[in-house]
């Protein structure tokens, strides 16, 4: 090692991407320098490209190239103003604030916008681009071309070209993490999916529950019309063929507990002092007659 390349001396600093970060926040937040307008469901969002570009390949495609001083784009109907808002959050501050209830509204956003900071895998949460961009130093092709080539065309690549252990490793740490990461993407996506399904369900249950409590209650609203009904046109009946009250007795032992003519005997004509009820001796059919 040379003496000026042993005297060389690299600063690092740890506060100062979260400045720029605030700071491209706070330009956003009074419309300075902002460069794109993005609509969702009519609402404008102000931001400046670079930062949705650098953010989600989505905006990637759809910025680049755009030779236009001013952009406006629209994005998707599935993509939700409720949703979007704590994305473009999280795109400036690195922050998601989430309410409990709207959990799935961001994740759809992300999964329809291709946010690349939210696709990472539980086990991979070390910074994946500043490591590809390190491998890439080491590399005769960039990490993109390593990433987009199928399986064959991939160990055809590396046949072409003398590799040192050490590349090699970075060339298979590199694709083992992107594929992590559409891995990831996917897996939300079918989850995301699931509770949507799930929402639908339990939305569908509750409907056909409220059907069915308005349905039994009108049965026994229903229900309790009719055996008044029946109850009147049993009195009117009884009165009319002059039955006995013993005849009556003796035609509620016979019927239903539920049936009108039980409710024609009086109470202290069914029991006795003690409670007892008491029942006349079966009597042959000629006597109702």
């Known amino acids: 090692m040379s003496l000026q390349e042993s005297a060389a001396f690299a600063y690092e600093s740890s506060v100062h991407s979260a400045n720029v970060l605030l700071s491209l926040n706070d330009q956003r937040r009074k419309d300075e320098l902002c460069d794109i307008t993005v609509l969702v469901e009519g609402q404008p969002f102000r931001a400046h490209r670079a930062v949705l570009a650098a953010c989600s390949s989505y905006?990637?495609?759809?910025v680049v190239g755009q030779a236009d001083t001013e952009l406006s784009i629209s994005l998707p109907?599935?993509?939700?103003?409720?949703?979007?808002?704590?994305?473009?959050?999280?795109?400036?501050?690195?922050?998601?604030?989430?309410?409990?209830?709207?959990?799935?509204?961001?994740?759809?956003?992300?999964?329809?916008?291709?946010?690349?900071?939210?696709?990472?895998t539980?086990?991979?949460?070390?910074?994946?681009?500043?490591?590809?961009?390190?491998?890439?130093?080491?590399?005769?092709?960039?990490?993109?071309?390593?990433?987009?080539?199928?399986r064959n065309d991939f160990q055809s690549l590396l046949k072409m070209h003398k590799l040192s252990p050490e590349q090699l490793d970075c060339i298979h740490d590199i694709r083992r993490r992107s594929k992590n990461r559409i891995a990831a993407q996917r897996c939300r996506k079918r989850k995301l999916d699931c509770i949507?399904?799930?929402?639908?369900?339990?939305?569908?249950?509750?409907?056909?529950?409220?059907?069915?409590?308005?349905?039994?209650?009108?049965?026994?609203?229903?229900?309790?019309?009719?055996?008044?009904?029946?109850?009147?046109?049993?009195?009117?009946?009884?009165?009319?063929?002059?039955?006995?009250?013993?005849?009556?007795?003796i035609l509620a032992k016979y019927s239903a507990s539920d049936c009108p003519l039980s409710f024609l005997i009086s109470e202290k004509e069914k029991s006795t002092s003690d409670g007892a009820v008491v029942f006349p001796p079966i009597v042959p059919a000629e006597v109702l007659t």
Do not use: M, W
């Open 122 to 150: 539980e086990g991979d949460s070390e910074p994946c681009s500043a490591r590809e961009q390190e491998c890439e130093v080491k590399l005769p092709f960039n990490a993109q071309r390593i990433i987009s080539l199928s």
């Open 196 to 249: 949507q399904n799930l929402e639908s369900e339990i939305e569908k249950l509750q409907s056909e529950k409220e059907s069915l409590l308005k349905e039994r209650d009108h049965i026994l609203s229903t229900l309790g019309e009719t055996k008044q009904n029946l109850t009147g046109l049993c009195q009117q009946v009884c009165k009319e063929a002059a039955l006995s009250q013993e005849q009556i007795q």
């Open 77 to 120: 109907e599935e993509v939700t103003v409720k949703g979007f808002d704590p994305v473009i959050q999280f795109a400036y501050t690195a922050k998601l604030c989430l309410q409990p209830q709207q959990e799935p509204c961001p994740y759809a956003c992300v999964i329809s916008l291709g946010d690349d900071s939210e696709t990472d």
């Open 59 to 62: 905006f990637h495609a759809r």
